[in-house]
């Protein structure tokens, strides 16, 4: 059986695509739908009528509630049946709803205990809010794989000197180790390139007379947060020791939606440390675009590896210390939530980047 | 393992396009191949070849009996070989036939044990051959879903008033409770919506100046068979206590073939109290195959939750006491088939509507 | 499970189809990727990285080695691991590899134990090498079946009087019986059909003005070849008596590799005893097109039946003795490879038209 972390914040929408009408979602291998009520608020039901299963999503709003499309049972925000046409209602029927908040442009959503729902353990990078620096929202990339895999690689630098040599990396790095350590809520895997010419797309927006020095930091939080830090400095100018003056540095978010065991929906948007107009924005998206889109065909391509055929057991390397650390933290995080008597070592702190 | 009512009429192609050439038709997860013979007579064979099961439909008629088109066994209308070419016919090797009769320009085939096809148990609506009535007919409407949610459908007045508003329903309706009673051969369930404006399908095809008086009968024929009586007449002209002079009335029939747990056809037609010219019955299919696509889009959105979802166990309502009891009959049904010893207490009369 | 004779050689490719570039074929459940190296040898791997399951097929030629594109391990012709970036190379990581060997325009593949694989083995057809024939290559036509079903068709002369008459069959054939004997490695069936209009396409490409004495022999080579000799002298000429100095002859070639349990490919061609222009050749290939995707269309069907019904045991009739015995081959010699010890007695020599 499918199995997810529940207790936690994941992201399942851009907020710009929330408004006043039903939309459709999958998240831990159920449907949903939401919709932005007259107060602001975004509500996530269950789309599923408890009554003949129908998709809430086929019915309509009428003010803050949803009416079943099929024979108008009326669910408000709460969850709570406040109609069945041509009868009293009986007992308290109700439809599953989900706690919802939103942050950095996206709507996050609880599919687990919502006592447990505290909205200070929403996701947020710092950055995103200062005015020094700029973002841009990406795409919702629906990659058809587990959303473990994305995680994978995004625990993963080395990948970078291999599959996006027109965009994020330069063979420079290839021979290059990358080092992990493990973080309150999470992991951090990086590593140094130094004094190499800069990666093509720094190429293009940074304006480099020099060979750089270049970092990549990947921040993991569990269960489905990476958040990935690079730059560059020309070289000569301190950067590894800290002095980042002169740098051009940009976080890729990806935001990843565990849609079910076969799809995973990645929000990706960028955080860089200068003003970017609308134009610089676009051209930057399409490199991550091009860039991200190496990665889906790689992992679809994967996951088709994974479900057809009995392959060997997997030989490890070095670089993949991160991952497998990932994944141990996820498995005792979802042991933890099964056997709730030893939950509390295992959850996260409040997490940033 | 699938399982459907075996000793029945089920409706399986429209007569209009069964001629003197091989037609292939699924129903109760066979498949069946059809042809016309020269006395016009309908043949149906289970659509394999016994000898490497070929479709028997990919072969070619050869008078009254088809040559399958990979080796040229040849079998006569009765399903026995009659050739084997290269060789004498051993044993005696047959493929399997169905029964058929046709009525109101439909082909109806008995899938069950033929000494108990009774050509006198085939559905009839005597108003179909009434020569101050007028029929048309419609489609072979394929929906993905289990016939028996389209029967659910069938055996449910109350979702007109949320499905169908542009055409076979208003909201006048949506608190007014749905009756019913189990019948010889299945169930009746309806309910009168009175002193209010027609519905959109009678303000095009009626000439009502008035408010009317309006009723919805929905006759449902056990396994595969709805048909629904309704009509309208000008509030005050007695139309509930059975005055009907000047009314309007539709017979819409609904034929339904189980193909398999996924699909069902439903062969729909409808039957009017009133001299429809070609133009006129154009229009209203048009009007009727607008409102059916929209409960096919329903069921199969609730065939999709039904199959790739845990749902939590359905609310019952009041309006679901017909589909309840329709359900309970077919299962009965089905059970009394395989006990055959309490076989007879269940099964229906002669129907008709 | 799907089983299949391991030691063996199988067609997979055309070689015209190999240069060095990385291409991606499937055989016995197992997808392959192929290249030609600068030795002109045709490498093939399994085309699955042992790292994380990415296709190889995806990554690099860089020399004669393959570099995965995901994170840049690199391996050999051979299979070794020659290459970790960023670490040394720990233990003896490999990627599994296949014996090739190229006859006939064809890549064969041997999928079994290595150390058997003797070349010497290969199929071989003296005629395509002889310069008093012609030869062409036909397609690689993908079936949607079993290969074993396609060998059926393959050991089956029957079929041709009701599948192809508008190419290489007529009616005069029907009720003539097949005989077959055993040969060292596989079957040999056939008929003769004398004193007859000669075939559509030996009405085209032959210049009849009589009627035709006609053979097939069906040279079946287990488990996956079938060269079909076919051809046509003047009735009266002795051709049954074995002088047949004025006929016109074809051997159809078919290489078949067994993709999965639902997919085959059929390398066909055509060997000839005359020479034949490119046009000739063009439209006798556009005739066997035709011809075979006639079997395609029933062998697909029979699978979708054999797929998707519980269907009655099958008849079996005299033209079914060949398919019977060619099943039992197949299935011994899978048993045989499964326990060594009897192995011996069962493996063909090797084969000659």
Redesign the interface.
């Known amino acids: 059986m499918a199995d997810y972390v529940l207790n936690t914040w994941y992201p399942i929408a851009w907020s710009r695509d929330i408004s006043y009408e039903l939309a459709k979602r999958r998240i831990v ?3 949903v739908v939401l919709y932005r009520s007259s107060t602001g608020q975004v509500a996530a039901h269950l789309d ?1 009528c ?6 809430l999503s ?1 019915g309509r709003l009428k003010g803050d509630s949803i ?7 009326t669910f408000d925000c709460s969850g709570a049946c406040i109609r ?4 009293r209602i009986v ?1 308290s ?1 109700a439809v ?1 709803t989900y706690p919802t908040h939103e942050n950095m442009g996206l709507v996050w959503i609880w599919m687990g205990d919502p006592a447990k729902a505290d909205t200070s353990l929403v996701y947020d990078l710092p950055q995103y809010h200062d005015p020094a620096w700029s973002s841009a929202e990406g795409d919702a990339l629906e990659i058809g794989c587990h959303y473990l895999n994305l995680c ?1 690689n995004l625990c ?1 630098p ?2 970078v ?3 996006h040599l027109s965009t994020l990396g330069t063979p420079a790095g ?5 080092q992990m350590k493990q973080t309150d809520d999470g992991l951090l895997t990086w590593r140094w390139i130094n004094d190499s010419p800069a990666i093509p797309l720094f190429q293009k927006f940074g304006n480099f007379k020099t060979n750089v020095d270049r970092w990549h930091y990947y921040h993991y939080t569990a269960p489905s947060i990476a958040v990935i830090d690079f730059g560059s400095a020309p070289t000569g100018t301190g950067a590894p020791e800290g002095n980042r003056d002169d740098c051009i540095q940009i976080y890729a978010c990806h935001f990843m939606t565990p849609v079910d065991e076969n799809t995973t929906i990645d929000h990706w948007l960028h955080v860089k440390n200068f003003k970017a107009d609308e134009e610089t924005n676009k051209k930057l998206s399409a490199e991550f675009r091009l860039a991200f889109s190496e990665d889906k ?2 992992l679809e ?2 996951h088709q ?2 479900q057809r ?1 009995v ?2 057991a ?7 210390a991160s991952p497998i650390r990932m994944r141990k933290m996820v498995d005792e995080w979802i042991k933890s939530e099964r056997s709730p008597a030893t939950a509390a070592a295992v959850q996260p702190e409040p997490s940033h980047a």
């Open positions: 291998g159920k449907d599923v408890p009554h003949r299963m129908a998709p086929m009416e079943c499309g099929y024979h108008g049972m069945i046409p041509g009868q007992g029927p599953e994978d993963d080395a990948h000197s291999f599959v290839e021979d290059i180790p990358v065909t790689i391509a994967i590896n994974e055929s392959n060997p997997p030989v490890r390397l070095a670089i993949d």
